[in-house]
T-cell receptor, first 114, second 112 residues
Framework: KAGVTQTPRYLIKTRGQQVTLSCSPI?????VSWYQQTPGQGLQFLFE???????NKGNFPGRFSGRQFSNSRSEMNVSTLELGDSALYLC?????????????FGEGSRLTVL | DQQVKQNSPSLSVQEGRISILNCDYT??????FLWYKKYPAEGPTFLIS?????DKNEDGRFTVFLNKSAKHLSLHIVPSQPGDSAVYFC???????????FGSGTQLTVLP
């Protein structure tokens, strides 16, 4: 069973640009969550999508957005990039059948903003 | 305001001994707690979890203890192996939601 796949793995952008990251969940998983990992803040929840609808949203500005497609694949977008957006962006999927909260993470997309 | 805290950024243990990783939380609404392990250049992988209705859950070498009155949980690894060297994150969720609140992580180093 293939795991969570994130693309691209690494990317470099400059301030003011925008970026789109992609996530393919484990087959059969309909819930996709996004997390930001930085050295100073650790892992922070961005948002969760289920059945193409955003179910939860973390405390991030409106520059951070996402969407989910009918095949459960998800994208997140960050507009008007700032230096502080440099981070590892992790996507996680779950089946939502179990109520354990267990998430399966991808390897992440490492974004560097110059 | 950190709702989940891991106060020890690092821990070194000799191979074969017990590793104890600690985690404190402040939100009494948390009802599910998880531990994740993360190797460099990889995403976190699920290790073990515990529901708030239990005080102990065991899976092989890994045991998680939950003390609700103290809002404290710990992960015990016995015996520790060099392959256990990784960053361990404690996480918690409310109402079994998919939104996890993570601690800052503890780097465990198991010395051969």
């Amino acid at each position: 069973k293939a795991g969570v796949t994130q693309t691209p793995r690494y990317l470099i952008k400059t301030r003011g640009q925008q970026v789109t990251l992609s996530c393919s969940p484990i087959s059969g998983h309909r819930s996709v969550s996004w997390y930001q990992q930085t050295p100073g803040q650790g892992l922070q929840f961005l948002f969760e999508y289920f059945s193409e609808t955003q179910r939860n949203k973390g405390n991030f500005p409106g520059r951070f957005s996402g969407r989910q497609f009918s095949n459960s694949r998800s994208e997140m977008n960050v507009s008007t990039l700032e230096l502080g957006d440099s981070a590892l962006y992790l996507c996680a999927s779950s089946s939502r059948i179990s109520n354990t909260g267990e998430l399966f993470f991808g390897e992440g997309s490492r974004l560097t903003v110059l | 305001d950190q709702q989940v805290k891991q106060n020890s950024p690092s821990l070194s243990v000799q191979e074969g001994r017990i590793s104890i990783l600690n985690c404190d939380y402040t939100n009494s609404m948390f009802d599910y707690f998880l531990w994740y392990k993360k190797y460099p250049a990889e995403g976190p992988t699920f290790l073990i979890s515990i529901s708030s209705i239990k005080d102990k859950n065991e899976d092989g070498r890994f045991t998680v203890f939950l003390n609700k009155s103290a809002k404290h949980l710990s992960l015990h690894i016995v015996p520790s192996q060099p392959g256990d060297s990784a960053v361990y994150f404690c996480a918690a969720s409310e109402d079994s939601a998919r939104q996890l609140t993570f601690g800052s992580g503890t780097q465990l180093t198991v010395l051969p």
